[in-house]
């Protein structure tokens, strides 16, 4: 691949950047997945950063989950729509501010075109582990007349039977999905993102995508290791999927038999967030004064610091803080793959068990 396109494109896809392997990266995409049409970015935060305003507009709606990841934020903020917030994959409180927004609507003065209307959320969640009730939301999305925005950037390759995200591990028609973000730098291994969605919505991007119109294209070599990952998914999920479940499942149930730590995220989800529980906090503070985040983030560094010595390597989650709309609680992050080995698996669980037991014997 390098010596017939050499390192990179040096271009933007709509000028001179599109090579064939970039046009059958997409149409390879799309036919995984199961939609319409794919388009290629060469960032995955610039995915995100890229489709949200240039379907959402000022003047439209968004409505979207708390606890969406940091680059799902700063799209919604680009697009200078209307936000609304609901309650972490509480559908009650999200149908709730579906019903408060077309009232509002149905209530203004004069005839106003109506604005554009999307539910934002992940497939996957990147803070939290767990996975998005999409049943549920194409629900109401046809109730109340929305349309979907999804990031599927941690459930590509990951979720359903086949690895092709949320509405393969739910059984649901990919077109009531009517956006669809990925990463490929996460379970493909590889780098950049994707947008999958109807032609007309794909056609709309390569002129006005802004991640897309000026920003040079994937790189040759990282578009083949994304085609070669999926088609590998593709002749032979089993070997792949089956191995990171068993995986996850194993680490889960490790991790729960620790006394005084906690272990959050869904239970088919090998993103797993663990952290100390409140009890195990309290015991330790010896002036028995409350703890902040900063408090919690230097212990969690503690235990990293613990597990290294047991020759396992762990970083706390980071996040930036003052641009967090809901700043989560400190953790650590683990991805689960199918490449780790039982007894990797068991070394890790144990590496943590040793680290939380060393840890929580000292008064703060």
């Not at 064939?20 to 036919?31: C, G, I, T």
């Not at 590998?232 to 996850?248: F, G, I």
Request: charged fraction near 25%; aromatic fraction near 8%; proline fraction near 4%.
């Amino acid at each position: 691949t390098l010596r017939k396109y050499g390192v990179g494109s040096c271009g933007p896809p709509g000028f001179y950047g599109t090579l064939d392997v970039h046009m059958e990266l997409e149409k390879q995409v799309a036919a995984f997945v199961g939609h319409s049409a794919a388009i290629l970015y060469s960032q995955a935060f610039a995915t995100t950063l890229s489709v949200i305003p240039c379907f959402s507009k000022r003047g439209d709606i968004i409505v979207a989950d708390e606890s969406v990841c940091f680059q799902l934020q700063q799209a919604i903020t680009l697009s200078r729509s209307k936000v609304y917030w609901y309650k972490h994959n509480d559908m009650a409180d999200l149908e709730r501010v579906l019903k408060d927004v077309n009232m509002q609507l149905a209530g203004r003065k004069g005839k106003k075109a109506l604005p554009r209307k999307f539910i934002v959320t992940e497939g996957l969640f990147q803070n939290t582990g767990d996975i998005s009730p999409l049943k549920d939301l194409v629900d109401l999305k046809h109730r109340y007349k929305f349309r979907i925005i999804l990031d599927e950037s941690y459930s590509f390759g990951v979720l359903g039977k086949r690895g092709a995200g949320l509405t393969d591990h739910f059984n649901i028609d990919p077109h009531e999905v009517d956006l669809m973000i990925g990463a490929l730098c996460y379970a493909i291994g590889a780098s950049g993102g994707f947008c999958c969605a109807d032609k007309d919505l794909i056609e709309h991007q390569r002129l006005s995508g802004l991640g897309y119109c000026f920003s040079a294209s994937m790189p040759s070599i990282l578009t083949v290791a994304a085609a070669d990952a999926i088609q590998a998914l593709e002749s032979s999920p089993d070997s792949y999927l089956s191995s990171m479940r068993e995986n996850t499942t194993l680490l889960r149930n490790l991790l729960k038999r620790i006394p005084g730590l906690q272990v959050d995220g869904d239970s088919e989800s090998p993103l797993i967030h663990i952290r100390l529980t409140p009890e195990t906090l309290v015991r330790m503070k010896r002036s028995g004064g409350a703890w902040t985040n900063t408090d919690i983030k230097r212990v969690l560094m503690e235990l990293s610091d613990e597990t290294q010595k047991d020759g396992v390597l762990f970083t706390s989650s980071q996040y930036v803080d003052e641009h967090e709309r809901l700043l989560p609680n400190p953790s650590i992050r683990i991805c689960v793959s199918a490449a780790h080995t039982r007894k990797e698996i068991e070394k890790c669980a144990h590496a943590v068990k040793s680290a939380v037991s060393r840890i929580t014997s000292k008064k703060r």
